[in-house]
């Protein structure tokens, strides 16, 4: 087990890409600590920001990290075999493009988690930003596959553009949870601040707690017992709502009857 | 200080040296026979190829459209970034780089010369402000001059000779070099959401065709002497069947022809080459198109070629782009240049695996190989619309080398492979007739005398690259093809070595050409003009041309015309 404990307080924004079990696995520990990392616009290497040290009596190649790494970006970023443990916060674009492995945070993650990622399991204990499992800025190439799950509350575009995979919140979520998404599931144990799937094309979005209202461009389809995410099924009943219409879509929409008692009026528009 | 390259393999087609082992010396920033300076610098380039500098007839690098893709397109950024080196300043973009980064890749090509190719006159400034910021090559942009409402005015009435005489105006005010024709007609009717089907369709509001406005220019660009033919994007621009509007386009300016001077240039005529009546049954009209070429004298084209990539289209075709956006689903932008043109952008990706697109593919490469003589056909990509600047090396060794083709046609389509006669060519051409296709030819026909050659009293522009053609067999040996064209040896810009081995060594300006137009009478705007200015235009008449000062490093081509 190789650990990373901070040296002094992070100032500026500090580039990580290099902290990733690939990286790290083909390396001696004092090749690592000259990796470069970007400290601002300042060169400097992993030993100037980190006490490295190397449980050599431990065969796993864990990565721990310790500290309050807020500042820190792209942690195990393009990852694809290995963990990295995080005892702390993380900043944005954890595990951007990750391809394998899991990364484990036990405080807070920023923004932009798992974006644009191809595979593996990211797990954050606490509470994480925007734009989870998004695409980047402009791009409509999302999330592919792998699991994102946040045991705290998420922030807005939860899932935007998202292709396939898992992303699970288990508190709240922020609003346009699942835009322009063209596939895969989110699950929402808590509830959403609304606009659920704008513009999407494709995919599930399961909802257990309120919801404030649902999108004109969504129509009811029925009332379903359960929904299936990945390999669970979920308990409902929920109102099952069919869309986006307006991008000609045929995304799913589970929301939970039990909570949303104001949805009651789209039950007159069942197909009978 | 003067250069001597010491024993290369010399391609000068203008001079007609064809691959013989010479020296090339360089003074002044010109090529020279004797040296006069006794700070002599010899380079050995023994066992590589010796070029003129490349000049690219068509490529969008600057302007307004350029930065609204840039804008429009984060992550076509993000993936191809480019750190500050020692001369050098960072910059991003794979299919639309920053300015500073675009002279650098060009710079390691061995480019040194670039056509910006749709300025709309009121996006001038900023245009020029672009390809100020462009280091390492020489440049020009081309005016768009095609739906301009004082242009068709004139035509319409048939005052060709004040035509002429506003467009001389035009060329000085916002510094242009050739006259540009975008979907002739069509991009009028596009400000009222209608297009023209063909060139004999009229053009509201001016009861005039296309054929006459393209006539209408082309004896312009007679009158005026200017050293570029008209340059023609197109009716029906990507649409199957459009072949027949581009014969028709062709044919329609024979007559102004004299001699064996080419009167009009057919730009990325790849993507006007199309037969079938839509895209499920879209085949390839290159041998038409070609076998039109070959029996004419007055045309010259360039290719367009696909490369199948991630990129940005930009036209000034405004109906094309709303087309391609429908076809495409992507995100885009439209946009309408007041009284003169309009202009679009789309992200396209092209797959080897799509029909069309792989149909695209072969298209470009049938016209390359059909038309005999390489003066008449160039190589570009139309950057960034059919693939970026960047792909040229690859497009070389396709057309190099019969087996390159092969490799990729095994790969694409097969409903297109089964369809195309690519399969049956077996040209290859060889490095002189690639010199003509990707600088000689390219400089002829924009009449740069002084580019494209390594002559006596030619701008020094040079570049070496790490190929021994008389060890290698390049047809089996494409890779190394690709390989030495993407990096060369040395890039002499202007007698100075800017480029060695794929890294930019020294930062240079690059000049900007631009046509002086000297008319028999002093040209002035007339007091109804500037009247006209403050009813359409949202600049003042005495914002809108841009006085020389304005450009770091001008170049006016003296031209005398003859109104």
Redesign the interface.
């Known amino acids: 087990m190789i650990t990373l404990t901070q040296k002094h307080r992070f100032r500026v924004p500090i580039h990580a890409e290099n902290i990733t079990p690939d990286i790290f696995e083909t390396k001696t520990i004092d090749e690592i600590k000259i990796l470069p990392v970007f400290e601002g616009n300042r060169r400097r290497v992993i030993a100037d920001l980190f006490k490295v040290d190397d449980d050599s009596s431990n065969e796993d190649r864990t990565i721990h990290l310790v500290g309050d790494l807020t500042k820190l970006k792209k942690i195990g970023a393009k990852m694809s075999l290995g963990q990295i443990v995080v005892d702390g916060s993380v900043g944005m674009r954890l595990g951007e493009g990750m391809r394998g492995g899991t990364i484990t945070v036990k405080g807070n993650a920023d923004s932009w988690v798992g974006t644009m990622m191809k595979g593996g399991l990211i797990e954050v204990l606490g509470n994480a930003g925007d734009y989870i499992g998004a695409s980047y800025r402009g791009s409509t190439e999302g999330m592919k596959k792998g699991t994102i799950v946040v045991h705290g509350d998420a922030g807005s575009d939860v899932g935007c553009f998202m292709k396939n995979g898992l992303i699970k919140v288990l508190g709240n979520i922020g609003s346009f949870a699942g835009i322009n998404m063209r596939d895969g599931t989110i699950l929402v144990k808590g509830d959403s601040e609304g606009r659920l799937g704008a513009q999407m094309r494709g995919g599930k979005i399961v909802v257990l707690g309120h919801v404030p209202s649902i999108l004109p461009t969504f129509t009811i389809n029925s009332i379903r017992r359960r929904a299936r995410v990945g390999n669970e099924r979920v308990s409902g009943p929920f109102y099952m709502y069919n869309g986006d219409i307006a991008e000609m879509g045929e995304g799913r929409l589970y929301v939970s009857k039990a909570k949303n008692p104001h949805l009651k009026v789209y039950e007159r528009y069942l197909p009978s | 200080m003067s250069l001597l390259l010491k024993n290369g393999f010399v391609y000068d087609p203008l001079n007609g040296v064809n691959g013989e082992v010479m020296d090339i010396l360089t003074e002044g920033g010109k090529i020279v026979e004797r040296h006069r300076s006794k700070d002599l610098k010899i380079i050995d380039v023994s066992g590589m190829v010796v070029m003129p500098g490349g000049v690219d007839i068509h490529s969008h690098i600057a302007g307004s459209e350029v930065n609204a893709g840039r804008l ?5 950024h ?1 993936k191809d970034v480019e750190v500050k080196g020692k001369v050098t300043r960072s910059g991003v973009g794979y299919s639309i780089p920053s300015t500073f980064t675009t002279g650098y890749r060009y710079t390691k090509m061995g480019y040194t010369t670039v056509m910006v190719p749709s300025m709309p006159p009121l996006e001038a400034r900023h245009t020029h402000e672009e390809m100020d910021d462009t280091p390492m090559i020489d440049k020009a942009a081309y005016p768009l001059l095609s739906d301009w409402w004082v242009v068709l005015e004139h035509i319409r009435d048939n005052k060709i000779e004040e035509c002429a005489a506003h467009i001389a105006w035009i060329m000085k005010a916002t510094k242009g070099y050739a006259i540009k024709l975008v979907n002739p007609g069509g991009l009028e009717a596009w400000g009222f959401g209608k297009n023209v089907q063909s060139i004999d369709d009229p053009v509201p509001n001016f009861g005039i065709t296309p054929r006459e406005i393209i006539r209408g220019l082309c004896k312009v660009n007679k009158l005026l002497n200017l050293p570029h033919t008209i340059h023609v994007h197109t009716n029906n621009l990507g649409k199957p069947g459009n072949y027949l509007t581009t014969l028709k386009t062709m044919h329609c300016v024979k007559d102004l022809a004299e001699e064996t001077k080419p009167v009009i240039h057919i730009t990325h005529c790849q993507f006007s080459a199309y037969k079938g009546s839509d895209w499920s049954n879209i085949r390839s009209g290159a041998e038409r198109i070609a076998r039109y070429v070959n029996r004419n004298s007055h045309v010259t084209i360039d290719l367009g070629q696909i490369a199948f990539t991630d990129t940005t289209t930009m036209t000034a075709d405004g109906p094309f782009q709303y087309g391609l956006y429908q076809l495409s689903g992507n ?1 885009w932008m439209n946009h309408d240049v007041e009284t003169e043109t309009s202009s679009g952008v789309v992200p396209f990706r092209y797959r080897r695996k799509s029909y069309v697109h792989a149909t695209q593919w072969t298209i470009g490469l049938e016209l390359a190989l059909f038309i005999r003589s390489p003066w008449k056909v160039f190589l570009t990509t139309d950057h960034p619309n059919a693939a970026p600047f960047t792909t040229y090396p690859l497009i070389i060794s396709w057309l190099m080398s019969r087996h390159a083709r092969e490799r990729l046609l095994k790969k694409i389509n097969r409903k297109a492979r089964r369809r195309c006669v690519l399969t049956t060519i077996d040209r290859e051409y060889d490095l002189s007739e690639i010199a003509i296709a990707t600088r000689a030819g390219t400089a002829k026909a924009l009449g740069l005398t002084w580019k494209g050659h390594l002559g006596v009293d030619a701008d020094a522009d040079v570049a070496v690259y790490a190929l021994n053609p008389r060890r290698l067999n390049l047809s089996k040996e494409y890779d190394l093809i690709e390989k030495a064209f993407e990096r060369t040896a040395y890039t002499i810009k202007g007698g100075e070595v800017v480029s060695r081995r794929g890294e930019v060594v020294k930062s240079v300006l690059g000049q900007t050409y631009w046509a002086d137009v000297k008319t028999l009478e002093p040209n002035e705007a007339s007091s109804e003009f500037k009247q006209r200015f403050k009813d359409y235009w949202t600049v003042q008449y005495e914002n809108y041309p841009i006085p020389e000062n304005y450009l770091h490093s001008s170049k006016p081509v003296p031209v005398k015309a003859e109104v």
């Open positions: 429009l397109r984060p992550e076509d993000f995100k």
